[in-house]
């Protein structure tokens, strides 16, 4: 089946840091989307991303939708500590299917 | 706008008895989904639901499993009866479906979760 392999799984920044992450796969994806969960809450939408090639932003957060439709990252610009969560990629394969695969997840944590 | 509104937050049960889950989902969403979260296994779609019909359940882990919706504001999910390997938080999500210069937008919105602890 589809797999989405999400890295880093988990990341140790200082405030103010900049942050990265990605996830990359074997099988092309027509939408990927990327959301945030904070414990004790459901994922909350951050990005989403329908063309290849497409670049967006979210205030400090940006996100890239790859090229070759097999891989997506996301950015954080300026961490601060209300960013620390875990961070899920998420991306569906078909118009008119509306499953969404999802990857592992990377958890955030900033050092104080 | 209410998001999607799942209840209870939490249940806790026995081996052995049955476990209802609610979702309302977000008025105007033609679609609605159900996932499963642990620590081993991330985010499961176990089935979702367009303009009130499942379809795919591809994902539900065995009879003891099952969904409805029986409105597009309601759905439920039901195990029984409930087993300790069930334990985990269960998801909603509903998203709407719209389309503009040829391409299919959905973005799901999530619930707050159930979390089920079966002892």
């Known amino acids: 089946g589809q797999q989405l392999n999400q890295s880093p799984q988990s990341m140790f920044i200082q405030e103010g840091e900049d942050v990265s992450m990605n996830c990359t796969s074997s099988s092309i994806f027509n939408t990927w989307l990327w959301y945030k969960q904070d414990p004790g809450e459901g994922p909350v939408l951050l990005i989403a991303?329908?063309?290849?090639?497409e670049l967006t932003s979210n205030g400090r957060l940006t996100a890239q939708f790859g090229i070759t439709r097999k891989d997506s990252f996301l950015n954080i610009s300026a961490s601060i500590p209300s960013d620390v969560g875990i961070y899920f990629c998420g991306a569906r394969s078909n118009f008119g299917n509306e499953k969404l695969t999802f990857g592992t997840g990377t958890r955030l944590t900033i050092i104080p | 706008d209410a998001g999607v509104i799942q209840s209870p937050r939490h249940e806790v049960t026995e081996m052995g008895q049955e476990v209802t889950l609610r979702c309302k989902p977000i008025s105007g969403h033609d679609y609605l989904f159900w996932y499963r979260q642990t620590m081993m296994r991330g985010l499961e779609l176990l089935i979702y639901?367009?303009?009130?019909?499942?379809?795919?359940d591809s994902g539900m882990p065995e009879d003891r499993f099952s969904a409805k919706m029986p409105n597009a504001s309601f759905s439920t999910l039901k195990i029984q009866p409930s087993e300790p390997r069930d334990s985990a938080v269960y998801f909603c999500a509903s998203s709407p479906l719209y389309k503009r210069q040829g391409l299919s937008y959905n973005e799901q919105f999530f619930g707050p979760g159930t979390r089920l602890t079966v002892l």
């Open positions: 639901f367009n303009n009130n019909v499942p379809i795919d």
């Open positions: 991303l329908y063309k290849a090639g």
